[in-house]
């Protein structure tokens, strides 16, 4: 199983940017699926998640701005960012709970997400 994220970029503060998250593979079933972000020198933290049935959760400091959702058909998972703020910059990485051979919990590789003021 492979994530693949995608739709980082350079922003001015206030824009927007949608990141998006492909998974494939010999996958049977996906669960909950996330987005975590990476500041430079700052550890991992959760940004939002997602279960199967469509149930959402939010870090404090992006309720309101970011807005996750997923297409199960297409085994993709999204994050639309509005009101985007240089404290936003980082690196965004996608996180699954993947039933496919064995059950195992995958990360992508990161998209680069920077917000200039």
């Known amino acids: 199983v492979q994530l693949q994220a995608s739709g980082g970029g350079l922003v001015q503060a206030g824009g927007s940017l949608r990141l998006s998250c492909v998974a494939s593979?010999?996958?049977?079933?996906?669960?909950?699926m996330g987005w975590y972000r990476q500041a430079t020198g700052k550890q991992r933290e959760l940004v939002a998640t997602?279960?199967?049935?469509?149930?959402?959760n939010y870090a404090d400091s992006v309720k309101g701005r970011f807005a996750i959702s997923r297409d199960n058909a297409k085994s993709t998972l999204y994050l639309q960012m509005n009101g985007l703020k240089p404290e936003d910059t980082a690196a965004y990485y996608c996180?699954?709970?993947?039933?496919?051979?064995?059950?195992?919990?995958?990360w992508g590789q990161g998209t680069q997400v920077t917000v200039s003021s």
């Open positions: 997602i279960t199967s049935g469509g149930a959402t």
């Open positions: 996180n699954a709970d993947v039933w496919g051979v064995v059950r195992g919990t995958y």
């Open positions: 593979g010999r996958i049977l079933r996906i669960n909950d």
